[in-house]
């Protein structure tokens, strides 16, 4: 019984350790996204970090928000990872919404927004 007692400590002791720490993040960007291509380029180059677990992008709220584990990458990491596709990125605050730019995406047929 002792040593089942043990064995059972030890596995919640070493889950506990393993315990990912899952945070949400909610950016900006400047320029603005304009089309799919461009939150396209935005998903496609912040996956690959690591600890990213999900990018979602909204052209109408102008937010990309990702989730991702705290353990394995920071808010400065993923938000200096804007500048190497084009785009800066910056937190937004609780509740602060953001006006989307008046623009037409006149490549969108040749691949997308080329400011």
């Known amino acids: 019984m002792r040593k089942v007692l043990m064995t059972m400590l030890l ?5 506990a350790m393993v315990a990912k720490d899952i945070r949400t993040l909610v950016l900006t960007t400047t320029p603005q996204m304009h089309c799919k291509n461009c939150e396209n380029r935005v998903i496609n180059n912040l996956k690959p970090l690591k600890g990213i677990k999900s ?3 909204s052209v109408a709220d102008q937010t ?3 989730e991702y584990n705290a ?7 993923i938000i200096n990872a804007f500048e190497g596709f ?3 990125a910056r937190k937004l605050a609780d509740g602060e919404k953001i006006v989307k730019e008046a623009h037409e995406c006149k490549e969108q047929s040749e691949g997308g927004c080329k400011e």
Do not use: D, P, Q, R
């Open 11 to 15: 596995v919640l002791s070493a889950t």
């Open 55 to 57: 990018v979602v992008t």
């Open 64 to 66: 990309v928000t990702i």
């Open 71 to 77: 353990k394995k990458n920071t808010e400065e990491n």
């Open 86 to 88: 084009g785009f800066k």
